[in-house]
């Protein structure tokens, strides 16, 4: 275990999660003209109504609005490209990452507004202590908002930051308002700085290959992940945890604010064209401390996700949704959830994909053009729905954090 002090600055896509994800957005043409709502079919042609509790599903050539309790699809948007979708931090709205930039949808009221940010490559979409970070892989430009400020219809008033230099990266902003950024160039990502509110460079860490992902626990710990173990940067202090394997990398992490365990994948094997992992890492922030879990089938990079005690929720290829216990490690039960299946070896190609939300479990399933909601606490399914197409990424609206 090494330890860094303020005295260099640390750059971390975490989290992931967490949770999540993840990687950068590309391919496709969806620009804006292309964008544009309309209804293929699964939507009324009436005036759009509020959705509750929405959620948004990406499919190739553009997103499904559905009810978050009856899974019901509310509306049908065409948006050419291939997509990827976060929560924006409100009650109302999704971001969604396009082959120009970071565009806001309005899920609630089924409406792509004018908010965009552009640049290429978009990536990372961060939520913390009430503010919402982007991360433009293509530029290295990170962009702070409050979430609150997106219901005037406007682009909000927000703080930016330029990287040194263009690469895959994540930023986070602390309660203080310190910013944590990651380190890299389009070849090579080494680690993480901190900035303090004026963007004055306060901590740095430069011993994070292949910083990757980020994630929060429990008393404001932020972690990023890198191909040796993980990063912790805690109350002004960087933390680095070994992991056990020369090559032991966690790339993605999903983080719980009532625990100060973090969840993260585990690979070991750097010259694999796509590992199938089967172990996952819990990370115990306080004690600084790694465990290793092995679950007994793989998963992928959207699998990963914490329920509302805390614990850790893994997708398995099973078909199963695994509860692990973030103190112990020890698998608590087992949810039945999807048909078994296998991760395609293109990241972009659609797989299981897992998104919690409260005390609900929304999975879907590809294969059979499903999706499903389950209570976490009984394991019931308390709806599902088949859809036109094929579904690939999942997320919603989630307000506060």
């Given at each position: 275990?090494?330890?860094?002090?303020?005295?260099?600055a640390l750059t971390?896509?975490?989290?992931?999660l967490a949770?999540?994800?993840?990687l950068?957005a590309?391919?496709g043409?969806?620009?804006?003209?292309s964008a544009?709502a309309?209804?293929?079919g699964?939507?009324?042609?009436?005036p759009?109504t509020?959705v509750?509790?929405p959620?948004?599903?990406?499919?190739?050539g553009?997103l499904?609005?559905?009810?978050?309790?009856?899974l019901?699809p509310a509306?049908?948007l065409?948006?050419?490209?291939?997509n990827r979708?976060?929560?924006?931090?409100?009650e109302d709205?999704v971001?969604?990452?396009t082959?120009?930039?970071f565009r806001v949808l309005?899920?609630t009221?089924?409406?792509?507004?004018d908010?965009e940010?552009?640049?290429?490559?978009p990536?990372h979409?961060?939520r913390?202590?009430?503010?919402t970070?982007l991360?433009t892989d293509g530029?290295?430009e990170v962009n702070?908002f409050?979430?609150?400020d997106?219901s005037?219809g406007?682009?909000p008033?927000?703080?930016?930051?330029a990287?040194?230099e263009a690469?895959?990266?994540v930023a986070i902003?602390?309660?203080?308002?310190?910013l944590l950024?990651?380190l890299g160039?389009?070849e090579?990502r080494?680690?993480?700085l901190?900035?303090?509110?004026e963007?004055k460079e306060?901590?740095?860490?430069?011993k994070?290959?292949?910083?990757?992902?980020?994630?929060?626990?429990k008393?404001e710990?932020i972690a990023?992940g890198?191909?040796d173990g993980?990063?912790?940067?805690q109350?002004g202090?960087f933390t680095k945890?070994?992991?056990?394997?020369?090559y032991g990398r966690?790339?993605n992490?999903?983080?719980?604010?009532v625990s100060?365990?973090?969840?993260?994948?585990?690979?070991t094997?750097a010259?694999?064209?796509?590992?199938?992992?089967?172990?996952?890492?819990?990370?115990?922030?306080?004690k600084?401390k790694?465990?290793l879990?092995?679950?007994g089938?793989?998963?992928?990079f959207?699998s990963?996700?914490?329920?509302p005690?805390?614990?850790?929720?893994?997708?398995?290829?099973d078909?199963?949704?695994h509860v692990i216990?973030q103190?112990?490690g020890k698998?608590e039960?087992k949810?039945?959830?999807?048909?078994?299946?296998?991760e395609?070896?293109?990241?972009?190609?659609p797989?299981?994909?897992l998104?919690?939300?409260?005390?609900?479990a929304?999975?879907?399933?590809?294969g059979?053009?499903a999706?499903?909601?389950?209570d976490l606490?009984?394991?019931?399914?308390?709806?599902?729905?088949?859809l036109?197409q094929?579904t690939n990424?999942?997320?919603g609206?989630?307000?506060?954090?």
């Open positions: 275990m090494n330890k860094s002090i303020r005295n260099r971390g896509t975490a989290l992931a949770v999540s994800t993840v950068t590309c391919g043409d969806g620009s804006a003209s544009d309309e209804a293929d699964t939507a009324s042609a009436k759009a509020a509750k509790d959620l948004v599903a990406t499919f190739d553009g499904y609005i559905l009810d978050g309790e009856s019901k509306k049908t065409k948006m050419a490209g291939f979708v976060n929560p924006a931090g409100d709205h971001v969604v990452s082959d120009t930039g309005n899920a009221g089924q409406t792509l507004t908010i940010y552009k640049g290429a490559k990536g979409v961060v913390h202590a009430g503010k970070v991360f530029t290295g702070v409050d979430p609150a997106l005037s406007k682009k008033k927000g703080r930016t930051y990287s040194a690469h895959h990266g902003e602390l309660a203080d308002g310190q950024s990651t160039t389009e090579k080494t680690g993480a901190v900035l303090d509110k963007n306060i901590a740095r860490y430069e994070c290959p292949g910083v990757h992902g980020e994630a929060a626990a008393n710990a990023v890198c191909e993980i990063l912790i940067y109350d202090e945890i070994d992991a056990p394997d020369a966690i790339g992490q999903a983080g719980s604010d100060p365990v973090l969840l993260g994948d585990y690979k094997d010259e694999a064209e796509l590992e199938r992992p089967t172990r996952i890492s819990l990370i115990d922030t306080g600084k790694l465990r879990v092995d679950l089938t793989s998963y992928s959207r990963l996700a914490r329920g005690q805390g614990e850790a929720l893994v997708l398995g290829t078909g199963a949704l216990d103190d112990s698998v039960k949810i039945p959830a999807v048909g078994k299946w296998q395609p070896l293109d990241w972009q190609q797989r299981p994909t998104f919690v939300r409260g005390g609900t929304y999975v879907s399933e590809p059979k053009k999706l499903h909601a389950i606490e009984t394991g019931r399914k308390t709806a599902s729905v088949t036109p094929s990424e999942l997320s609206v989630v307000p506060g954090h």
